[in-house]
């Protein structure tokens, strides 16, 4: 199902100071639907930061929307107090603070021509006018602005803070000089007034350019009753011609009545890849929604966990119930079908994993996923079927796909190892050669430590620089996400850039002696995945999820996000005790996740060793962790940071950041029938 409207959005192209008599009036292009962040600050000094004056504040025109801090402004000559009202209502014709126009109060323009004038009121006190001219309305004279003084003003009325522009009962005090900005921040394009949510639901969101354009979003997540909802995801679907950005909502694995929803939404607001790169965190104003599904699959498991039988359950709106379920498999084959009744809605079928032939299927590596189907028929209604190969959809009966189930491993888990093929020499020239060769001998360790086992192995080498097309660059991360989502691949390897919520981007960034400070991201890239893309795709998938046995995503920072999860790894260190216990709610087996906390550098004066230090750490790790009797990973890691002389080992131990299981062994819970 898809909840649409046929509204398109387009992003703020300016935003405009005006003055009217004592008020300071915001405004900016909308067209009537979008939704704003307002934000404040009073100096731009590096000891202050933004604040919040309004958020999810709504447009309030079809061409332009205002906002209104009253109160601010000196008094023009004569008097007069610019009128009443609250943020955002109705205004009288507003002064416009710029070059040409007409004002009763001191403007400050830049001498160099670089921005058109604004009131002098909005620079903050002890602001430097040097480089300004100062034209006074009241003389008409224009002097220079060094020596001249802003004094600060306050508030003569309360600031609207609320999220609507008819809302005047936020009594809360106004900034008194300062800077602005506002932000168009993603939300639904649509009210859900009246609107009744049943099974999946895909509901687009006003994603645009240059707030929130869909290749700068490293997540989005739906909260419901305040709670991150996992059955969430970003994805995309065309709608009357027009191919609309926003969140499949799983309804159906959530319980029926009246909740809150509303959207949360993390933005890159730089092209850089670095410590440095900012982020913006948007959410817009919750929403009353109502969930009314047929049918409910709240005690639904996403694996096959125990490698004999699954059990189906599902709980229906009515009592006394004919039900039937029908099972295809990845091919769409039907694979088996069950029939029962249910006096109290609640229904329940365990599947010994055989066909109708009674063949079985649990070959995790033929059977990863299986697609099992619902038929209701209340008992006044038509009987459901006894049997066959396709869902019963006739004689007044319901019938609904039910989420997919998966095996919980393949037979044996794969190995993929990747990494920027080019990064020691892309924009440098005095990184020598046995850079690249130390990573690729690194890589070729990791490959063969796996191949040693006999577990299957993909090294891919990640298209990275400037001497590739963006088009390379672009094809080579698609096809490394195929890899990185295929039911065999279950322990990953990335060397490259990294931030909290994607890994990769398209070429170095340098500083003038040619050493790499980080990475950046060309214009319309698509060279990066992100924890959201990984998590949709992997620990949630609507396809079946297949969880990971083990991750380390080297590079910076790549552990300061939700990249465990994401890979269905549990964000915090767990005792091998805590798999077998009831906490562990999708029964997953052991599992580790390694990233870094800050940013590392690779020994170019930054306080992380040589590179060849770099690479002997990780040679040495995967030697001694896949070769060593019984070695469990953070051992491995404490042997490799003696002997590979890289750096102190406390600096080791305080950034590289383990999850989940960090007493795993190499070969340990790698194949298909060895947990629980």
Known sequence: MSFATAIHSFAITNTVIAVSGTNIVLSWPSYGYESYLIQYRQTLAPTDSWSQLVNAYPANSTNMTTYTLYGLASPPAGGGNGGGGSGGGSLPAPDLAMSGGTTDIPMAEPTNGSGSAVPLALYPPGFDLSGFTIFDPATGESVSGSGYSVNAFSAARPMDGGATPDDSTNEISGPTTGFFRVFHIPDWLESFDGYQFDGPTFIPVDYEYPDAPTNYITDSEVLINGQVCDYAYLTDDVINGYDYWGMGIYFDRLPNGTNTIQLLTSVR????????????????A?????????????????????????????????????????????????????????????????????????????????????????TITENAGTEAQTGGAYPNVGGGTTNSPMPAVAAPFPSMGGWLVSYMDQFYTDGTTNYP????????????????????????????????????????????????????????????????HGSAGSIGCDYNTVDSSNNITGGAFATNSHAYLTSKMIHDNVAFNPSGARPYRFVF???????????????????????????????????IRPCAFMGWNVETGTGINRGWGTVDGYWNFRKDWIADWSTTEEETLDNAISVATSVSGWVAPSQITSHLITDGDTELEYLQYNYGGDWP
């Open 286 to 374: 919750p929403q009353i929604i109502v969930i009314n599904n047929l049918v409910t699959f709240t005690n639904w498991d996403d694996l096959i966990w125990d490698n004999t039988n699954y059990t189906f359950n599902a709980q229906c709106s009515f009592t006394n119930v004919n039900w039937e379920i029908d099972i295809y498999d990845v091919n769409y084959d039907f694979v088996n079908s069950q029939t029962g009744t249910s006096s109290d809605g609640n229904i329940s079928w365990t599947w010994d994993l055989t066909d109708y032939t009674g063949a079985s299927r649990a070959d995790g590596d033929n059977d990863p996923d299986f697609y099992p189907y619902i």
């Open 269 to 284: 607001q730089s092209d850089a890849v670095n410590d440095e790169t900012p982020w913006m965190t948007f959410s817009n």
């Open 433 to 496: 050669s046995s850079y690249t060769s130390d990573m690729t001998t690194g890589a070729n360790d990791m490959i063969g430590a796996a191949a040693e086992w006999n577990f299957p192995a993909t090294k891919f080498p990640i298209a990275y620089g400037r001497t590739y097309a963006q088009t390379n660059r672009d094809t080579s991360w698609n096809n490394l996400s195929s890899w990185v989502y295929y039911p065999q691949t279950r322990n990953c390897y990335y060397f490259g």
């Open 553 to 587: 995503l080297d590079g910076c920072n790549t552990a300061n996000g939700s990249f465990a999860p994401a890979f269905g790894i549990p964000s915090q260190a767990h005792d091998r005790g805590w798999f077998a216990s009831e906490l562990n709610t999708r029964n």
